[in-house]
Every structure is written in C-alpha cells, then in structure tokens.
C-alpha cells in the first residue's frame, strides 16, 4: 500500500501541472483581463466600480487619476492592443501593464506564478488589498458550514433511501422515490435554490426566511440559545437547495450496491441457514455494500464545498469562497482565480487518494499494489 501511496503522490505534480497549463492558457486569451478591467474604469466605461488597486506594487490608486488626467488632455492617440484604450498616454497602459506584472511574456508569468504556489505564496488581490490566502481562511469557514451539514444530510437521507428501495426493489414504493430521485437528478442545486428564494424568502409568496449571510446584524450580542437559532435560520435554504440537489446520485449509488450484494452466493447461503432476514441485510450485505459509499464521502465533500455550492452562495449572498470565486472571475483578479485554483486542484486530488485509501482501511481485502496506476 506504501508504494501505491507513492506512486499516486508522485502522479499528483504532472496533474496539478496540466490543470494549471490549460486553465492559465484559457483565462489569458479571453478579453477582459485586468488591464482591460482598469482601462475601462479610468475612462469610465466599465460595468460596475469594482476596481481597487492595492499599493503593493500590483497597482497604485494613484493610476486612476493619472490616468483620468491624460483622457482628459487627450494626448497621444497612440494605438494599443487593449480595447477602450484609445485616448490614454501609452507610458500608461505600459505603467498599468507593469503594475499587474503583464510587461514579462506568457511562459516567464507562468512559470514564476507555478514557483510561488509550490511554496504556498499565493500572492495579492489585485482589488482587494489583500493576500490571496488572507481571503481564503476568511471566506473558507462559511463554505465549510455549508459542505458539513449538506453532507451529512445527503448521508442520512441517502443510505436509509437507497437501502430501502434496494430491498424493495420494483415496488410502489421503489417507483415513486424513483420519480423524486429523477427530480433530483434533472434540476440542479441552483433552480432549486432559486424556488426556495421565490416561495419562503419574500419572492413572490412567502418571507419566512433570510435572503443574506449567514446571521443577522447584530448577531454577536445575542444570547448562544439566539446566536444557534438564528444561524439555523439563515442556513435552512441555502442547505436544503444543495441536499435537494445532491442526494439523488448517492441514493442511487446505495441501491445498486445493495441490489448488487443482495444477488451474491453468500447471501442465499446466509438466507439458506435461516438466519433473519434484518441480520442478512446489516450483519453480511450492509458492509461490502457501503464500501463505495463509504469510501467516497472524501471526495463527496471535496466536490459538495468546492463546486456544488458556488451558485448557490451568490444567490444567498452568502460570504464563502463560492461568492469568492465568482467575483474574482467576473474582475479578473487573477492572483485569486489561480491561487484558489491551485489549492483546491491540490486539496481535492488528495482526497481522491484519501479515498482509495479508505476503501483498504474498510476492506484490507482491496490490495492497490496489485494493479497498475
């Protein structure tokens, strides 16, 4: 197992490596880089003021008005590559240019970019005035809630379900969770999230619920009886979206596993000998059947904290790194789009290990070293 361990480790850089390759290719090409965001915000034209350039040698507050001076004189109708750019002294755009670090070629960027995060040295916001880290441990405890009770939710609803269509499979039963868990499968977190907003949170209907954060003002001087009930008031829709939306593949994955331990030898041996039927299903099928399920609930979370909630905190507006992400997408605040990125890439392949670890510390029958990587 130790050599298996090793072998996936090692194959975690050239992973990591291509992820980041792909994804820096990607971002760079798109329009609307940083230096775009700024342009636009110096002549005025950008969408929303979003832009705070850090004094950390990034970018100077004081580019903003050097720049508004230069559009405002009109000199040097120079060309520039950067669209909205026409109007602005050209030593500008190089001076913005060399603030966001964009005066060095493609390949020299990525290469100091990947040499800092293999030491964890995420760098500054652009916007914010921030370390890329700062921001994460800050935002990071707000998705956490929201991956641990999503989890544990999807858990305590879908093994119960699963185990319980499996053994009544092609029942009335069976079809009718079966029809739920199709409306499952078909609507994603986020629609749900939305009917939620619509119904209980003063849409259209009802206002029973919050629709921003995770407590209310004021919430440090309440008594802990009112700080944990107004916590769970606030994080009652945002939860029951993502479990609504979650729970259809793990109760699925249950059945089939049941259904596929159910029909073994061992099982009609067990039967055959009179033993109960309930001491059948928990004492010999439930283990080799929950393997999987078990087995997975490392990359379940991973996947729940990272990518199943990131729509869902922007529609509740809550504070984690999903809003995170989403904002430094739409500002291009690339120290946060790629330090976030490579972290997690990171987090979530190591919990893929984690996982297949867990299926030998379940069953040591499972031998790694017996098959290729």
């Not at 929303?48 to 850090?54: L, M, N």
């Not at 209907?205 to 919430?219: A, H, I, K, N, V």
């Not at 031998?367 to 990587?373: L, T």
């Amino acid at each position: 197992m130790l050599a298996y361990i090793v072998r996936r480790l090692l194959l975690i850089v050239p992973t990591l490596f291509g992820i980041m390759v792909i994804n820096f290719v990607i971002v760079q090409v798109a329009p609307g880089g940083p230096v775009e965001q700024l342009i636009a915000q110096i002549q005025g034209t950008a969408v929303q003021a979003t832009a705070r350039i850090s004094g950390t040698g990034r970018g100077e507050t004081g580019a903003g008005g050097e720049g508004r001076q230069a559009a405002d004189s009109g000199r040097d109708q120079g060309a520039s590559t950067y669209r909205g750019a026409r109007g602005l002294d050209p030593e500008l755009i190089k001076d913005i240019e060399r603030q966001f670090g964009f005066d060095k070629p493609l390949h020299e960027r990525f290469v100091q970019m990947m040499v800092n995060y293999a030491v964890f040295d995420f760098g500054e916001s652009f916007f914010r005035d921030r370390g890329v880290m700062d921001l994460v441990l800050e935002k990071l405890p707000v998705s956490i809630s929201l991956g641990l009770w999503t989890t544990l939710f999807v858990y305590l609803i879908s093994i119960p379900l699963g185990i319980a269509k499996a053994v009544r499979d092609g029942s009335t039963f069976d079809v009718w969770t079966s029809a739920v868990v199709i409306v499952g499968y078909a609507i994603p977190a986020f629609l749900f999230a939305i009917l939620l907003v619509v119904l209980f949170a003063g849409g259209s209907f009802l206002d029973w619920f919050p629709l921003r954060g995770l407590t209310s003002p004021g919430w440090e001087d309440m008594s802990w009886p009112a700080r944990i009930g107004d916590y769970l008031w606030h994080v009652t829709l945002p939860v029951l979206a993502l479990v609504i939306g979650g729970f259809a593949g793990l109760t699925m994955l249950t059945k089939n596993s049941f259904l596929e331990e159910i029909n073994k030898q061992y099982v009609v041996t067990a039967r055959s000998k009179g033993l109960a039927e309930r001491r059948v299903l928990y004492g010999h099928v439930f283990r080799n059947a929950m393997l999987i399920v078990i087995a997975g609930f490392p990359s379940a979370f991973i996947g729940i904290l990272f990518t199943g909630a990131l729509i869902v905190e922007v529609i509740f507006s809550l504070d984690g790194l999903g809003l995170l992400g989403f904002e430094a997408t739409i500002n291009r605040d690339y120290p946060v789009m790629f330090g976030t990125l490579y972290f997690f890439t990171l987090l979530g392949l190591i919990m893929n290990l984690l996982g297949d670890v867990m299926y030998h510390v379940i069953d040591p029958r499972i031998d790694f070293e017996a098959r290729e990587v």
